[in-house]
């Protein structure tokens, strides 16, 4: 398996435009989280899917932001409108199982809204 | 709430030498995973080692070992015969059952020929 695929790598945008991040998760995966990295607040968890339905997306942390995961093999993340704080390594990992299991990540897509 | 801390920003360990990460979190959880994830350069996040709570037996994986003290809430690895590809951030991580991954802040680790 090629692991889990995340596009674009980079992706540079002005505030204001629809950003739309997208994921391919590990096949028999189970699971699909949706990760931000920065500077400031670290890895935070903004939402997870079981079997393509969201759990848990109080991460998320507004009405900007929403994710979807249509099938099994595919997954976006939606920032509309995206702002300059916006900016982030935003991360996909999925997992078979819960808790005790490893999640494999994505590489990420680094995000800049000018 | 969970938290995770882990205290050092930045450790230098020279090739061959051996350097210990400090990890510390927070929980009323009784069972629950820890885990250390690595991210070098390359952003990618690599699980580098995973214990379980109720084990009492420290995880070990190749070079790398924890020393997991459940009373103490303490969750240090240690990078044995380091080497410069261990260079990278290590990110100590706490779950409980069927909850979700938190990550501490991260340990920049910078391995000197």
């Known amino acids: 398996d090629a692991g889990v695929i995340q596009s674009p790598r980079h992706e540079v945008t002005e505030m204001g435009q629809e950003v739309t991040l997208r994921c391919k998760p590990i096949s028999g995966h189970d699971y699909l989280f949706w990760y931000r990295q920065t500077m400031m607040r670290g890895l935070e968890l903004l939402i997870y899917f079981n079997n393509n339905v969201p759990i848990d997306d109080s991460g998320m942390p507004e009405d900007r932001f929403s994710a979807k995961m249509p099938n099994a093999s595919f997954s976006t993340l939606k920032i509309q409108p995206s702002e300059p704080r916006d900016s982030a390594v935003y991360f996909c990992?999925?997992?078979?199982?819960?808790?005790?299991?490893?999640?494999?990540f994505g590489q990420g897509t680094r995000l800049t809204v000018v | 709430a969970q938290t995770v801390t882990q205290s050092q920003p930045e450790m230098s360990v020279q090739e061959a030498e051996t350097v210990t990460l400090s990890c510390t979190y927070d929980t009323s959880e009784n069972n629950y995973y820890l885990f250390w994830y690595k991210q070098p350069p390359s952003r990618q996040m690599i699980l580098v080692i995973r214990q379980e709570a109720y084990k009492q037996q420290n995880a070990t994986e190749n070079r790398f070992s924890v020393n997991f003290q459940k009373a103490a809430k303490s969750f240090s690895l240690k990078i044995s015969d380091s080497q410069l590809g261990d260079t990278a951030m290590y990110f100590c991580a706490f779950m409980k059952l069927r909850g979700k991954l938190q990550f501490g802040a991260g340990t920049q680790v910078v391995v000197t020929p």
């Open positions: 990992a999925s997992s078979y199982g819960l808790s005790n299991t490893e999640a494999f």
